[in-house]
């Protein structure tokens, strides 16, 4: 191929990438009305508190962010706040929470009508927050909520232990331990959620606060089975067997 058709295609290329964005761009800013958030505002604040990224439409990690085990839902977040700590879902939450702007959290993705994305609103993605450790003499896992089953079962199987986790590895753990958790060893140790011992939790506040019989016991309480409605887990703390 000659030189000059190869620049000509590059810069073609660059051009149509552009435009794209320009377009997100426009239709992006028709959608935050609808959340009443100013974007560049929300950017400017946000960005410099995170450990994490702001990622917006266009950008190189949107779509991934954006993507559901349901392929047929194509909701499109107005940003994603990508976060790397705890602490930076605290500032998210307690920022949208301030400015009274809805938004969605999505950890494993699987839900199957996709309400981890929603159209037009900011979504916190936990995916990042996917930990996992593994004490064998106490018998406990501590797993973030990004994590899937397929990621915890080889290091528990590593140290010859047991967890009450789903029947299909690409399952994240949070929605699926939040909702009851229905697995192989169910019927002799519980359901999933049976067998959470304590959780770090983001209030809607945007406090991070421990969970567990002995604390916060009306959290802990309503979180197990309660689904995601009362906080968002950062942390779980799993009894293993």
Not at 12 to 25: D, G, P, Q, R
Not at 185 to 210: C, H, P, W, Y
Not at 220 to 228: K, Q
Request: aromatic share 10%; proline share 3%; with cysteine.
């Amino acid at each position: 191929m000659p030189l000059h058709f190869q620049l000509f295609l590059s810069s073609f290329i660059n051009f149509i990438y552009e435009l794209i964005k320009i377009s997100l761009w426009m239709i992006l800013f028709e959608r935050t009305e609808e959340t009443g958030m100013n974007l560049s505002e929300a950017y400017e604040h946000l960005q410099p508190q995170l450990d994490g990224t702001l990622v917006l439409p266009g950008e190189f990690e949107y779509e991934d962010s954006r993507e559901t085990w349901n392929t047929r839902v194509g909701s499109h977040p107005s940003l994603v706040v990508k976060v790397k700590t705890s602490q930076d879902v605290a500032v998210a939450v307690k920022y949208f929470s301030e400015g009274g702007i809805p938004f969605t959290v999505k950890s494993g993705g699987h839900c199957f009508a996709g309400k981890g994305v929603r159209e037009g609103h900011p979504l916190i993605d936990l995916s990042g927050l996917n930990r996992i450790e593994i004490n064998r003499t106490d018998k406990r896992a501590f797993i973030g909520p990004g994590a899937r089953w397929g990621e915890i079962y080889p290091r528990t199987i590593e140290e010859g232990l047991a967890i009450t986790g789903g029947t299909v590895s690409s399952v994240g753990v949070s929605g699926f331990t939040l909702g009851g958790g229905s697995g192989y060893l169910s019927r002799k140790f519980g359901l999933a959620v049976d067998n959470v011992l304590s959780m770090e939790v983001v209030t809607a506040r945007g406090e991070i606060v421990q969970a567990s019989e002995s604390e916060n016991a009306a959290l802990f309480w309503a979180l197990r089975g309660g689904s995601g409605n009362f906080g968002l887990v950062l942390k779980f703390e799993f009894k293993l067997h």
